[in-house]
């Protein structure tokens, strides 16, 4: 089945324990970001990849990192996370560059304290 | 890319159609027009997209006017599971700078026996 996965779907962590969330597609998709979701707000994109090791800004950067080593694979990275980064958060992919057709993971929900 | 304006609320019966609207008036030539939904929490779900002529597929039908500046998303026959924020969104397809999807506050559709 053609999916975007993501692992945790739930976490709960401290102020500045790093953390990864995954985020793979099996799709052979070339583009993947990363969105965050908070009420009132709407989804923001936070990162985005065109390509293997071809990563890129997206409005809410700051506090994360991400990767692009594999095609299928597109980690979150929070180093020191805080508890304005507690949010929904989701992963998307597209087949091709420039395409809007995003399929959507299930989801991360994280909460910082 | 230009600012769409939706209900932030409707109701639907069972088996009817439901016909959401979305106001685009700042569109410009290249840009098409998309419609997502997210059911509760989950990831958003693409669902239809176009950019001057109707289009339909299995889930729904696209209706754009003729000046482009509004459309319509029609569900034939709404069901309990449509219920969900639909948010529609416009947005130039850029090859080379990914899609990066700008979601407003959508419409909330409650679809009710």
């Known amino acids: 089945e053609a999916q975007v996965t993501q692992n945790p779907r739930y976490l709960i962590t401290v102020t500045g324990k790093k953390l990864t969330v995954t985020c793979s597609q099996n799709?052979?998709?070339?583009?993947m970001s990363w969105y965050r979701q908070d009420p009132g707000l709407g989804l923001r994109q936070i990162y985005y990849?065109?390509?293997?090791?071809?990563?890129d800004k997206g409005d809410v950067p700051e506090g994360y990192k991400v990767s692009r080593k594999e095609k299928r694979n597109f980690p979150l990275i929070l180093e020191s996370p805080s508890p304005n980064q507690t949010s929904l958060y989701f992963c998307?992919?597209?087949?091709?560059?420039?395409?809007?057709?995003?399929?959507f993971g299930p989801g991360t929900r994280l909460t910082v304290l | 890319d230009a600012k769409t304006t939706q209900p932030p609320s409707m109701d639907c019966a069972e088996g009817r159609a439901a016909n959401l609207p979305c106001n685009h008036s700042?569109?410009?030539?290249?840009?098409?027009v998309y419609w997502y939904r997210q059911i509760h929490s989950q990831g958003p779900q693409y669902i239809i997209h176009?950019?001057?002529n109707n289009e339909t597929n299995e889930m729904a039908s696209l209706i754009i006017t003729e000046d482009r500046k509004s459309s319509t998303l029609i569900l034939p026959h709404a069901t309990l599971r449509d219920t969900a924020v639909y948010y529609c969104i416009v947005s130039r397809m850029i090859y080379n700078q990914g899609g990066k999807l700008i979601f407003g506050q959508g419409t909330e559709l409650s679809v009710k026996p």
């Open positions: 799709m052979n998709h070339e583009y």
């Open positions: 990849s065109m390509n293997v090791e071809v990563t």
């Open positions: 998307a992919s597209s087949l091709k560059r420039g395409s809007d057709t995003q399929y």
């Open positions: 176009g950019l001057k």
């Open positions: 700042t569109i410009s030539g290249n840009e098409y």
